[in-house]
């Protein structure tokens, strides 16, 4: 397939004349070097690429680059013998939108090592609703479960239950045979909740305490939210259960104390999606592509939108707006 001489991206800059994104032509030499080539058909927009385009966090490390840390589309050119034309891959984190040009092209470069091919049962188009979001949630049941994790220990609880992970988060982790109980702010999104597979919705002030413990109410959980909010699912986890720690949405700080791990040896689970190892994450993707691939992703897709809406998208998702997940159609 010929490459064409330039393509739609959406890139970043930060020079003398300020921080700003936009819609821009590029071309495949603007581009971080890379042994395969893709047409980008899909990406989708997270909290990171929010905080990226916008400039509100310190997310990229040269500049300037195209933005989006998610990316799936059709192999045009590969160097790497693994991959060939019109193979079907993506590639999520591993230094999109940080050091290299991300998903937000119409054609993106991409180091072989970490591109990964679309597993059989998902669609480029799923692969996306997913993307980071669901990688992540998904990489912390796999390391919540590594850590003997089992639904006998208690319900999961999940934080920010209405955002991309969180949703997500609910429908893996049902159906992977846990009970999930969501903690939102928006009661009002209670039904949405309970469709994509919680059994309890819960209000944030259902999980407040300022004591060290509680009694135990969850076999363990995924926070995204940080602060308060963690301390306080730490205080009610059972005995030898795992808390997932995947976001800060709230806050990065954490008021708590070390009687939680001592007293009942409940375990602080870290999730670092961007620089997961390779076989954990063809691990993790093939646990989407079959028995944790959720039941619910059109109803958790909420908004699909072309590189135009970036900015709004951003705008609605800082000022905590965000609901369910954004797909990226190039």
């Known amino acids: 397939m010929t490459i064409p001489a330039s393509f739609n991206g959406f890139r ?16 495949l030499d603007d581009l971080a070097p890379g042994e395969v080539v893709i047409r980008t058909a899909y990406s989708s927009v997270n909290f990171k690429d929010a ?3 916008t400039g509100q966090g310190k997310i990229l490390r040269k500049f300037p680059l195209v933005g989006g840390i998610d990316a799936a589309g059709h192999v045009v050119a590969s160097t790497d013998p693994r991959y060939k034309e019109g193979d079907a891959v993506l590639v999520t984190g591993c230094g999109l939108s940080e050091t290299r040009d991300g998903g937000y092209g119409e054609y993106a470069r991409l ?3 970490w591109v990964i091919p ?9 692969s996306m609703i997913l993307g ?6 998904a990489l912390a049941l796999y390391r919540m479960k590594d850590n003997r994790q089992v639904p006998e220990l208690g319900p999961l609880a999940v934080t920010g239950a209405t955002g991309g992970v969180g949703s997500l988060a609910i429908d893996i982790f049902s159906r992977a045979g846990f009970e999930v109980h969501a903690v939102s702010g928006k009661s009002e999104q209670a039904g949405y909740l309970k469709a994509i597979g919680a059994s309890e919705v819960l209000g944030r002030d259902a999980l ?14 995924l926070d995204n939210v940080g602060g308060a909010m963690l301390a306080s699912l ?38 670092a999606s961007a620089g997961t190892a390779r076989d954990i994450r063809e691990a993790v993707w093939q646990h989407l592509a079959t028995d944790w691939k959720p039941r619910h992703l059109d109803r958790i897709c909420t ?10 998208v951003f705008a609605t998702m800082l000022t905590g707006g965000s609901f369910g997940r954004t797909l990226v159609t190039l």
């Open 111 to 113: 180091e072989a090592q």
């Open 12 to 27: 970043i800059h930060n020079d003398a004349n300020g921080y700003r994104s936009g819609i821009e032509q590029v071309s």
């Open 234 to 271: 730490l205080a009610q986890t059972a005995p030898y259960g795992n808390v997932a720690s995947a976001g800060l949405a709230a806050t990065a700080d954490l008021p708590t104390t070390v009687m939680p791990f001592i007293i009942r040896g409940v375990s602080l689970v870290g999730v």
């Open 303 to 312: 908004r699909e939108i072309g590189l135009a809406q970036l900015p709004d």
């Open 51 to 53: 905080l990226a385009g």
């Open 118 to 126: 679309l597993p059989a049962g998902l669609s480029l188009r799923e």
């Open 208 to 221: 407040a305490t300022t004591r060290p413990m509680e009694s135990a109410r969850f076999g363990g959980g």
């Open 132 to 137: 980071t979001a669901g990688f992540t949630a």
